[in-house]
């Protein structure tokens, strides 16, 4: 066969594997709002950067008369490309094949592409659409599974992982997203499950839709297992470009830096932010805003624990990650979900030299049988894991309220925080005024011919001793009271100042956190 033969063979068997599923698939696929795989990852890619490999790959399947059938790919999409002109590689299960389900080879597809890009030393990104284990291929399809698992956890804090969920993601295979870095979910497109609600209905008599059990919103707002959640496929794609512009490409690089620009403080001016009724809430991420470039903020799980916020934001042009509690959800107090969802960020910060900004306005952990039987302490103590364990730049500022265990747990000095900074308006104490007073004088309080009155006088004089920063000052807990309106200055000063930190943990094979 001549050059230009073989040429138009290779483009005819091409087009043939570009087909997917077919007509009737591909018609089935858009039915249900959702695009095909290559359309995805057309457009969350780079114009024209997209290039696939494997496109050839055969599926391994001989029983059940598999062996008669052609699946295009396999059912998934694999290459390399960029996003934002940052090389990715990704895969895209391609759900009108043999519903992206997962034999052999398709799983040999995705491995490939991870060990790529732990060896290009660049994200992943996998576009889940599947369901599930190819059932015809038996343990094959389990063994491809173990093998995706095992990746993901050597690829954890080496290159950032990205999961979106576009379609069911069910059994087992949701253990792959869960072991990633970040999960993305879209409305009504997204489902994750373990076992679906047949399965739950026959073994437990329970009765939930889909939605409910494991659609995209349960995933962003109860069970966390979701980072960011969108209404469209677009939506979620500009989300991960947007994440992109503030993450490196793996553990041993610093994310791009952009040109400075100073915060939008007409909006965003903490003086209207900051209530001056010390007991009335505010939102925390306006204050963030405030500190910011551009006030750009991407937060990260906002719709659970919101009574704390986590996110990333730039300052002087350079990443830093925000945890900050949030006093207009149960007054921003550490709980069980809200450790977690901090715990975790900080680790992704530390793992990939994005410097920590600690905002602490916290009464301290949650009280109550609830929280107690959940795990409180277990949970609770994964945050002190978390900062204790971070070594990049950690600068807190305390605002308002810093009691008890949420002084210590929100990056105190003591955690090894570089610095800690106070307003005028922080009161860092054991427990609040009222609390203190009522324990500590509950005599003088009982036996008064007026206990209210006396009660009051009690509090008053517990506030003027400690309910303010310059206790913690006069033991050097604190390095600087500052005025509101420095902080973004020695914010700044404070990351240019440790840009070269460099400080050494005990040699160890790895700790053992409180998972
Ligand atoms: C083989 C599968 C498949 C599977 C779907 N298909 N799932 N083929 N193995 N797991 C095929 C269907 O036969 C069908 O082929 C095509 O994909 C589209 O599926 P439909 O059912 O027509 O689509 P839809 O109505 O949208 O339903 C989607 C679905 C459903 C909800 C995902 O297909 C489903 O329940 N699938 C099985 C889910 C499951 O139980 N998977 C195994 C989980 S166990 P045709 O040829 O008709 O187009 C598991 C263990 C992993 O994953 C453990 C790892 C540790």
């Not at 490309?81 to 597809?109: E, R, W």
């Not at 026959?202 to 969108?230: K, P, Q, Y």
């Not at 677009?234 to 490196?248: A, R």
Request: glycine share 8%.
């Amino acid at each position: 066969m001549s050059m230009k033969n073989k040429t138009s063979d290779l483009r005819q068997r091409m087009s043939e594997a570009l087909k997917g599923g077919g007509d009737k698939a591909i018609l089935k696929q858009k039915a249900t709002g959702k695009m095909t795989a290559r359309e995805r990852i057309l457009a969350l890619l780079d114009p024209k950067s997209f290039h696939e490999y494997d496109l050839f790959v055969k599926h391994a399947g001989r029983d059940f008369d598999m062996d008669k059938k052609y699946l295009p790919g396999d059912g998934v999409i694999t290459g390399t490309g960029t996003i934002n002109g940052h090389p990715v590689c990704i895969y895209a299960q391609d759900f009108t094949v043999a519903g992206g389900s997962l034999g052999y080879m398709h799983a040999k597809k995705i491995t490939k592409i991870m060990d790529h890009a732990m060896k290009l030393k660049i994200p992943i990104i996998g576009i889940n659409d599947s369901g599930g284990a190819r059932i015809q291929e038996g343990v094959n399809s389990l063994a491809g599974y173990g093998e995706i698992f095992f990746r993901n956890t050597q690829a954890s804090g080496v290159i950032p992982q990205i999961s979106v969920i576009l379609g069911p993601c069910a059994g087992g295979a949701v253990y792959s997203p869960a072991l990633t870095d970040f999960v993305f979910v879209v409305d009504k497109i997204s489902k994750m499950f373990i076992t679906g609600p047949q399965v739950i209905k026959t073994v437990l008599g329970e009765e939930i839709s889909m939605e409910e059990l494991g659609g995209a919103r349960t995933h962003a707002e109860i069970t966390g297992n979701a980072h960011f959640f969108a209404q469209s496929e677009e939506e979620c794609f500009s989300q991960i470009k947007s994440l992109f512009t503030y993450i490196p490409w793996n553990n041993k690089k610093t994310a791009e830096s952009f040109p400075k620009k100073p915060p939008k403080t007409r909006q965003y001016k903490l003086d209207n932010i900051f209530p001056t009724d010390p007991r009335m809430p505010y939102d925390v991420k306006d204050v963030i805003r405030a500190l910011s470039d551009d006030s750009e903020f991407l937060e990260v799980q906002e719709y659970f624990a919101p009574n704390i916020v986590v996110g990333f934001s730039r300052l002087n042009g350079n990443t830093v990650g925000y945890v900050a509690n949030q006093p207009l959800v149960l007054a921003g107090v550490l709980d069980v979900d809200s450790s977690d969802k901090a715990a975790r960020f900080i680790r992704f910060c530390n793992a990939f030299n994005i410097p920590l900004i600690t905002l602490v306005d916290l009464p301290g952990y949650l009280p109550g049988i609830d929280q107690e039987h959940a795990g409180v302490i277990r949970h609770g103590a994964k945050v002190l894991y978390a900062y204790s364990e971070a070594t990049v730049p950690k600068i807190t500022v305390i605002t308002r309220k810093a009691y008890g265990g949420g002084y210590i747990a929100m990056c105190s000095h003591h955690l090894r925080a570089d610095f800690v900074f106070a307003w005028p308006t922080a009161e860092i104490a054991v427990m609040g005024p009222e609390g203190a007073a009522n324990i500590i004088f509950k005599n003088d309080i009982k036996n008064a011919d007026n206990p209210e009155k006396v009660r009051q006088e009690k509090i008053e004089e517990y506030k003027q001793k400690f309910a303010n920063p310059y206790v913690a000052a006069a033991y050097g807990y604190v390095d600087a009271v500052i005025e509101p309106e420095e902080t973004r200055n020695m914010l700044i000063h404070s990351l240019d100042i440790s840009a070269s930190k460099s400080v050494e943990r005990p040699d160890k094979k790895h700790g053992i956190p409180p998972f």
